[in-house]
């Protein structure tokens, strides 16, 4: 799998907003979400990672299909936004740079290039006004045909899951540096 990592100084993302759905505090917004009714290794992914154990929380999230040039034309794709907290505390740019290079070092050792990995640290503004960071997963994959596409796309979404479930054992046992 190939993966980068960028940090992103662009318009901060609003991670606060009244439209926001709290998967934590009501996991039956999941239903609001038409990706995650649709997908359900997406839906396992968002309903992981926004449970009571877990050091992420999502913000937002999105899945398509484009068409690209090449032999393997269609691209079946996810963006996925969240936050990571220890407690009550938001980690800073470092600690985001760190779990990044960490999730990278676990997905590139995943076989294949038709499925790709990015991902972004983002400057975030959350509710009543306090600055942060944010992290932007990009998955793409890519097929001969958009059943293809879209089936490498729900092992990636696995793998994924796989890695992050991995790093948040690893933030909740502080072998993650967050200070």
Known sequence: ?????????????????????????????????????????????????????????????KVWIEDVEGDEPSVFASRIDLVISQGAERLGHAQYDEVATRLAGLLECEPGDTVRVELHISPAQFAGGFQGFCLRLLLFARGAKQDHAQLRWSLGVARVQQALLFLARAIRQNRVCMD
């Open 1 to 61: 799998m190939r993966v980068s990592v960028t940090n992103d100084s662009g318009q901060a993302c609003s991670v606060g907003g009244p439209e926001r759905l709290d998967l934590r505090e009501k996991p039956a917004g999941i239903e609001h979400i038409d990706a995650a009714r649709r997908y359900p290794t997406f839906r396992g992914l968002l309903l992981n990672l926004n449970s009571d154990e877990s050091p992420f929380t999502t913000f937002g999230c």
